[in-house]
């Protein structure tokens, strides 16, 4: 198998160097973890107070720097205003219809500055929470930005999602302020986000006030009293604001993310080690330097955004572009012009995009002058090795490393990856551990199942990224992560670990579907299903996918009727997108009579997922499937 060595030039002058300097930072954190912490907390962030212990471990909770007061914004803005960075560009936006806007680091500090008064004039403080629900604008990390200034715990809603998805978060959340615009671009479209709002308000008695950003200039129907015009309010707020001292284990904030259930699941960060790991990520991984410009494709509405957009880059005084719309608007080179036009230095996407980009064909990239990259990386799920080659080939020209970072939501920032002056890659392996990762691959006892054999990838200890607990769910906190191998973090994905060292993530194990690097449940879209008039069961299962990795396919059986099975299958993928997001729309439904159960009643999707992927069943979307006969065969198997 091919490995790729670091090239000597970005060897030569990355901030870690070799494989040696490597293995004594992972051999440091892993021998005195809290010495190797505490010394990078005082290096990288700025503490109003120092914290009185590194780390409290009370399995499963952990609390980092206790003590410690911060504040993620004053990380972010205030602390770079005295240096050289004040007339730095921290974010270059460039919106779909082709606008432009650059902020300084002053200029973002005024504006957050300016809305976070916004947000003290109505009554928001620390402890409050808000939901933002907006498109890939500037005031998106204002809005974040400015609650963090504040201590009001925000939480992103992906735009994507549906009034009805939105409506379950503020209410899980009990937020007292929607900070929201009236829509973005995307594809050319004007994307409406408020009358989402308004149709998720109906049922959200907490919610006492609406703010709205004017983005697309539509027509926006305002509710006397409650809505508000940002650029209203905004308009005598004062351009100071200062930073809350926070406890170091403040929530910063929570993003809902898909679990095993038909309920999100409200992943709670805190606010110092967030910042500490995501801080040291950004030197480690992504070796940025003070001329940088990095860019990060994720949408803002992901931890990928969270992370990687705004806290970390910011935190570490980077440029940080970011882009409104689609990859292939007007045409499919649009992020390849971006490159050229910006210099971007540093570049992280998604695999879904970069196999989209290999079918589109080479002529898109090659008509541009990328040679200002010089890093590339990738994220959200396993990278095939050809996708792996083409990035490496055609984007990076044979001279950029590719970092393949694997984390997840609930990790917060980036645990396993190369470091990319140091760990030769292996295309397909996101590599090895990053300092004060401890992972193992076991069975389902928590035994170590060995060299190159498949298991259970688990977290041994705590890391200050990490998720505090759910939301308002401390209990399935501890059972969904850290009781089925005690002590343990378990990751829901399965891995191997070749004699390397080397890790290779084969993806969830759980009833979790990535699809386009989106995680969707599968009872998540199981319930949504059977809440739908005609349809009595439904199972889902993922499909490999070609681009995006894995497509949702769905099972469905029907209540008594006359149905016609062309329309109803159009109407069950709209009801989809009502009940949870357009991106969550099932690629295929398949009606059939009865869905194969266990002798206990349990749906074998097990079964469904090799017929999706075998297509034993011809399947189109209007035959109803007998699975009566597969059923009675595989369930015997099953039973014993
Ligand atoms: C799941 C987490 C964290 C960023 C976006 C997704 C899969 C993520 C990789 C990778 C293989 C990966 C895992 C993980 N995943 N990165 N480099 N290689 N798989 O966040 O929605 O919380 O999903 O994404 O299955 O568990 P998320």
């Known amino acids: 198998m091919a490995t790729y060595p670091p090239p000597e030039d970005f060897a ?17 954190a892993k021998e005195r973890p809290e010495e190797f912490w505490g010394e990078l907390a005082e290096q990288e962030l700025f503490w109003f107070e120092k914290w009185s ?34 007339n730095k560009a921290a974010l270059i936006w460039e919106g779909e219809p082709g606008d432009q806007r650059i902020l300084t680091y002053q200029e973002l500090y005024r504006l957050v500055c300016r809305f976070a008064n916004v947000l003290k004039a109505r009554g928001f403080q620390a402890g409050d929470r808000a939901i933002i629900y907006m498109p890939m604008i500037p005031e998106l990390p204002v809005a974040m930005l400015a609650c963090a200034r504040l201590g009001i715990t925000h939480s992103v809603v992906f735009g994507g999602f549906s009034a009805e998805a939105l409506k379950a978060r503020i209410q899980d959340l009990s937020a007292g302020v929607v900070i929201t615009a009236d829509g973005g671009w995307r594809r050319g479209k004007e994307v409406k986000l408020k009358p989402a709002v308004d149709e998720a308000l109906a049922d959200c008695p907490s919610v006492r006030d609406v703010i709205v950003h004017r983005r697309t200039g539509s027509d926006t129907p305002m509710q006397a009293g409650r809505d508000w015009w940002w650029h209203e309010l905004e308009q005598n707020a004062s351009e100071t604001c200062p930073a809350e001292p926070l ?59 969270h992370s990687y957009i705004v806290y970390g880059p910011l935190a ?21 012009r971006i490159i050229e036009k910006y210099r971007v230095n540093i570049f992280y996407t998604s695999p879904t995009a970069i196999r989209a980009f290999i079918r589109q064909g080479d002529q898109w990239p090659n008509r541009h002058d990328m040679s200002s990259l010089r890093l590339l990386g990738s994220v959200g799920e396993p990278i095939n090795p050809s996708a792996w080659e083409w990035y490496y080939k055609v984007i990076g020209k044979e001279r950029c490393p590719i970092v393949d970072t694997w984390w997840q939501t609930e990790t917060g920032s980036i645990l396993i990856s190369p470091m990319p002056g140091a760990v030769p890659a292996k295309p397909g392996s996101a590599t090895l551990p990053l300092p004060g990762i401890v992972p193992d691959v076991v069975d389902l ?48 994905d399965a891995a191997r670990r070749d004699a390397d060292g080397y890790y290779w993530i084969l993806g969830r194990v759980d009833d979790v579907m990535n699809v386009s690097g989106h995680r969707l449940s599968t009872m998540e879209l199981e319930s949504a299903l059977v ?9 889902v299962v993922g499909k490999p996918h070609e681009i995006t990795g894995q497509a949702v396919c769905a099972f469905v059986t029907l209540k008594r009727g006359d149905w016609n099975h062309d329309e109803l299958g159009e109407d069950l993928r709209k009801w989809v997108a009502h009940e949870i997001g357009g991106f969550a729309k099932p690629e295929q439904i398949r009606f059939t009579d009865s869905l194969p159960k266990t002798r206990s009643g349990k749906i074998m999707r097990r079964l469904l997922r090799e017929i999706v992927t075998s297509n034993t069943v011809a399947g189109d979307v209007t035959t109803l499937e007998d699975l009566g006969v597969l059923t009675a065969l595989a369930s015997q198997q099953d039973e014993e």
């Open 247 to 305: 406890d170091s284990e403040h929530p910063l904030f929570v993003l809902y993310t898909s679990g095993t259930t038909g309920k999100p699941k409200g992943i709670q960060h805190a606010t110092g080690g967030y910042l500490l790991q995501i801080t040291a990520t950004m030197k480690w991984v992504f070796d940025l330097k003070e001329e940088d410009t990095y860019w990060c494709t994720a949408d803002i509405g992901w931890v990928t955004g």
């Open 12 to 28: 030569k002058r990355a901030h870690v160097q070799g494989m040696e300097a490597c293995r004594a930072l992972y051999d440091r």
């Open 316 to 336: 570490a005084g980077a440029t940080s572009l970011m882009y409104e719309g689609a990859p292939d608007t007007p045409q499919p080179d649009r992020f390849w």
């Open 531 to 539: 809440r739908h008039p005609a349809v009595a069961e439904a199972a």
């Open 53 to 86: 212990h590194v780390l409290e471990w009370n399995p499963p909770f952990a609390k980092w720097f206790a003590g410690g007061k911060i504040n993620a914004s004053y990380n972010c803005l205030d602390r770079h205003l005295t240096t050289p960075r004040k």
């Open 445 to 492: 006892n928590g035994n170590p199942v060995g060299v190159d054999r498949e298991g259970f990838l688990i977290i041994r200890r705590p890391w200050p990224c990490m998720l505090r607990t759910l939301c308002g769910d401390p209990k399935r906190y501890e059972e969904n992560y850290w009781s089925r191998i005690p002590g343990n973090y378990l990751t829901g």
